[in-house]
C-alpha cells in the first residue's frame, strides 16, 4: 500500500460538471496502456482510491495505490505536470509532488489508539436500499474496507464482527454535513463531509482490529465509490 499527494494550482471548479476528481481519473486513465485501464475497470474491487481536497490556496490530490495492479497510474501520476480537465481552460498546473513511505499491512496492527480523529475529505456514502445516503453510520462504511482487506491483504474481518466492533466505538464530538459529489451532470450522489473524534472503547485486541480497519480506510477509501473521489479520509492520531 502507497499513496502520493499532489499539490495542485487553485482553480475555478464552479463550471465543471462533475467533480474534479472524475476528471483527474479520465485522465490519468488516458495514460495508461489501454488494456491496463480496462482491466481495472473491470473489476468489482479496484485496487486504488483517490480524492481531491480543496484548500486556501490549493488543491490536494491524493491517490492511494492497494496493489501492484494500480502501479501504472501512480507512475502517470509522477509523470504529469499539467492535468488536462475538460471545462478548465490551460488545464491545472501540478505544483508538488509528495510520495509516502509504502506501508506493510502488518503495521495497520502497530500502536493501537484509543483516540483519534477522522477528516471526511471528500464525500463519504454507501448504499442504502437502492438509493445512497448522506446519513452517517460506522458500519456499512466498514464493510467495502473489509471486502478490500479480504481480498488484497486476506486479511478477513466478517460482517458480523464490524456489527460488534462498532458497539464499541463512540462519537463524542462531530461536525459533518450533507455533501453532494458530481459524477456527471444530473447524476449528483448524496453523501457528507466533515470531521468527527472517535473513541475506542473495546478491549485492546478489538481496539486493535478497528483501528486496523479505519488505517486500512486511508488507502481503500471509506464507502462506495472510493476511486472515483468519494469516501476520502485523513485520520489524525496525535
Given at each position: 500500500?502507497k499513496h502520493?499527494?499532489?499539490?495542485?494550482?487553485?482553480?475555478?471548479?464552479?463550471?465543471?460538471?462533475?467533480?474534479?476528481?472524475?476528471?483527474?481519473?479520465?485522465?490519468?486513465?488516458?495514460?495508461?496502456?489501454?488494456?491496463?485501464?480496462?482491466?481495472l475497470?473491470?473489476?468489482?474491487?479496484?485496487?486504488?482510491?483517490?480524492?481531491?481536497?480543496?484548500q486556501?490556496?490549493?488543491?490536494?490530490?491524493?491517490?492511494?495505490?492497494?496493489?501492484?495492479?494500480?502501479?501504472?497510474?501512480?507512475?502517470?501520476?509522477?509523470?504529469?505536470?499539467?492535468?488536462?480537465?475538460?471545462?478548465i481552460?490551460?488545464?491545472?498546473?501540478?505544483?508538488?509532488i509528495?510520495?509516502?513511505?509504502?506501508?506493510?499491512?502488518?503495521?495497520?496492527?502497530?500502536?493501537?489508539t484509543?483516540?483519534?480523529?477522522?477528516?471526511?475529505?471528500?464525500?463519504?456514502?454507501?448504499?442504502?436500499?437502492s438509493?445512497?445516503?448522506?446519513?452517517?453510520?460506522?458500519?456499512?462504511l466498514?464493510?467495502?474496507v473489509?471486502?478490500?482487506?479480504?481480498l488484497?491483504?486476506?486479511?478477513?474481518?466478517?460482517?458480523d464482527?464490524?456489527?460488534?466492533?462498532?458497539e464499541?466505538?463512540?462519537?463524542?464530538n462531530?461536525?459533518?454535513?450533507?455533501?453532494?459529489?458530481?459524477?456527471?451532470?444530473?447524476?449528483?450522489?448524496?453523501?457528507?463531509?466533515?470531521?468527527?473524534?472517535?473513541?475506542?472503547?473495546?478491549?485492546?485486541?478489538?481496539?486493535?482490529?478497528?483501528?486496523?480497519l479505519?488505517?486500512?480506510?486511508?488507502?481503500?477509501?471509506?464507502?462506495?465509490?472510493?476511486?472515483?473521489?468519494?469516501?476520502?479520509?485523513?485520520?489524525?492520531?496525535?
Amino acid at each position: 500500500m502507497k499513496h502520493i499527494d499532489v499539490i495542485l494550482q487553485k482553480r475555478d471548479l464552479s463550471r465543471l460538471f462533475s467533480s474534479l476528481t472524475i476528471k483527474i481519473n479520465a485522465f490519468l486513465m488516458s495514460k495508461i496502456p489501454p488494456e491496463t485501464a480496462e482491466l481495472l475497470h473491470k473489476k468489482d474491487l479496484r485496487p486504488y482510491s483517490m480524492f481531491t481536497l480543496e484548500q486556501t490556496n490549493n488543491i490536494v490530490f491524493r491517490l492511494n495505490v492497494l496493489t501492484g495492479d494500480a502501479m501504472p497510474l501512480y507512475d502517470a501520476v509522477m509523470n504529469t505536470r499539467l492535468f488536462e480537465v475538460a471545462g478548465i481552460e490551460g488545464g491545472v498546473a501540478v505544483l508538488e509532488i509528495v510520495e509516502h513511505e509504502e506501508l506493510q499491512a502488518d503495521k495497520l496492527f502497530e500502536r493501537p489508539t484509543s483516540k483519534f480523529k477522522i477528516l471526511f475529505a471528500s464525500p463519504a456514502t454507501y448504499r442504502h436500499g437502492s438509493d445512497y445516503t448522506n446519513v452517517f453510520a460506522i458500519q456499512p462504511l466498514l464493510y467495502s474496507v473489509a471486502d478490500k482487506l479480504r481480498l488484497f491483504e486476506s486479511i478477513d474481518v466478517t460482517n458480523d464482527e464490524i456489527k460488534a466492533l462498532c458497539e464499541t466505538v463512540k462519537f463524542p464530538n462531530y461536525k459533518l454535513s450533507s455533501a453532494v459529489f458530481r459524477v456527471k451532470r444530473g447524476s449528483p450522489v448524496l453523501g457528507f463531509t466533515g470531521e468527527m473524534n472517535v473513541e475506542l472503547c473495546g478491549t485492546t485486541e478489538q481496539n486493535r482490529r478497528i483501528m486496523m480497519l479505519f488505517r486500512y480506510a486511508e488507502y481503500s477509501g471509506l464507502g462506495a465509490k472510493t476511486a472515483l473521489g468519494m469516501g476520502g479520509i485523513l485520520l489524525d492520531e496525535r
